[in-house]
T-cell receptor
Framework: AQKITQTQPGMFVQEKEAVTLDCTYD???????LFWYKQPSSGEMIFLIY??????QNATEGRYSLNFQKARKSANLVISASQLGDSAMYFC?????????????????FGKGTKLTVNP | NAGVTQTPKFQVLKTGQSMTLQCAQD?????MYWYRQDPGMGLRLIYY???????DKGEVPNGYNVSRLNKREFSLRLESAAPSQTSVYFC??????????????FGPGTRLTVL
């Protein structure tokens, strides 16, 4: 079963506008982490933001914020004030409870990604 | 501080040839990983090493072997390359302690083509 679902293969946004990239996840583990990575056309994977399942507040990192709705099992990435350099593939990933918690695993499972295009 | 480095950046092999992809990290991380990325797909875990001296299979281990040479280095070997192994290969590492988020940091990738 797909553990991470990104339903938007492609998204378009005008420069300076905000955009939300969707991510839903499936786990029965109470302890998990959610990550967003950016992959520009050059190919590298760049870590953007992390949300832990027990974190009380939604994560923010500069122009990136994570809209974490635990009951709905969604962890959407919000990019504010889009820039041309934000054009890239964006991947959502989940880690179920880490190794140092009994029975846990540090393996990441990735979604298939959303291609974001920022138009001038 | 170079982070995670991978060699080579590009490689073309013929079916049946063997090769080793090299990965090294200088962040004193405990865990290291190998992923492959195919067109239109996210990354899929091939093998990982939670600590020096241990390795475990991921989602797609068939056709690959790994060696955790020391804390810094984790290599991926294709013994007999097949066209289905044409992909971009990423190495990653993470600290994995009781406090950190266990964020994985990625190398630049190796683009492998098997003819």
């Amino acid at each position: 079963a797909q553990k991470i679902t990104q339903t938007q293969p492609g998204m378009f946004v005008q420069e300076k506008e905000a955009v939300t990239l969707d991510c839903t996840y499936d786990t029965s583990d109470p302890s998990y982490g959610l990550f967003w990575y950016k992959q520009p056309s050059s190919g590298e994977m760049i870590f953007l933001i992390y949300q832990g399942s027990y974190d009380q507040q939604n994560a923010t990192e500069g122009r990136y914020s994570l809209n974490f709705q635990k009951a709905r099992k969604s962890a959407n990435l919000v990019i504010s004030a889009s820039q041309l350099g934000d054009s890239a593939m964006y991947f959502c990933a989940m880690r179920e409870s880490p190794l140092h918690i009994r029975g846990g695993s540090e393996k990441l499972v990735f979604g298939k990604g959303t291609k974001l295009t920022v138009n001038p | 501080n170079a982070g995670v480095t991978q060699t080579p950046k590009f490689q073309v092999l013929k079916t049946g040839q063997s090769m080793t992809l090299q990965c090294a990290q200088d962040m004193n991380h405990n865990s290291m990983y190998w992923y492959r990325q195919d067109p239109g797909m996210g990354l899929r875990l091939i093998y990982y090493s939670a600590s020096e001296g241990t390795t475990d299979k991921g989602e797609v281990p068939n056709g690959y072997n790994v060696s955790r040479l020391n804390k810094r280095e984790f290599s991926l070997r294709l013994e007999s390359a097949a066209p289905s192994q044409t992909s971009v290969y990423f190495c990653a590492s993470s600290k994995v302690d009781t406090v950190s988020t266990d964020t994985q940091y990625f190398g630049p990738g190796t683009r492998l083509t098997v003819l």
